[in-house]
């Protein structure tokens, strides 16, 4: 079998699914996800909260990300999201910023529904992240 990029859906309800994305693009308003069991849905990228690509399915649970920049390579612009769920990520960006001036989302632009983000702390389960911008309350860029 293929090398396939493990990753985690997880929607904005809180489902949560593991296994493999077969069809994905930031600009589509669907994906196709295959889960870890084969199963395979048709997902739209609206109803996600973030895809996840990770190094494995299990993850560390005992293992605390530190939410601090300067103990991975810079990889862009520093940014702290914050989830409409209370949930937080500190990262960088990939690319350039998908808004205009200041902090608003309405402002970003609607051809794209969200952006990748790579984790501040390299010892995390996560590779990257792609946040699903509907699924944002704020971002801040950290100077």
């Known amino acids: 079998m293929e090398d396939r990029e493990k990753s985690v859906v997880r929607f904005s309800d809180g489902k949560v699914l593991k296994g493999y994305l077969r069809d994905f ?6 994906a196709i996800f295959e889960e870890e069991t084969g ?15 990770v190094k494995s399915f299990e993850g560390n649970h005992a293992y605390k990300d530190k939410k601090i920049y300067g103990i991975s390579h ?3 612009h520093r940014v702290f999201i914050k989830f409409k769920d209370g949930e937080s990520l500190v ?13 608003f989302l309405s402002k970003r632009d609607n051809a794209t529904k969200g952006f990748f ?12 992240i792609f946040v699903v911008a509907a699924s944002v309350s704020d971002v801040t860029i950290v100077p």
């Open 74 to 76: 810079n990889r862009g």
């Open 91 to 103: 990262g960088f960006l990939d690319g350039s910023v998908p808004w205009e001036k200041g902090f």
């Open 117 to 128: 983000l790579y984790p501040a702390d390299s010892n995390v389960n996560n590779i990257r």
């Open 25 to 30: 693009s930031p600009q589509a308003t669907d």
């Open 39 to 53: 199963d395979i849905h048709t997902i739209r990228i609206d109803d996600l909260k973030a895809v996840f690509f």
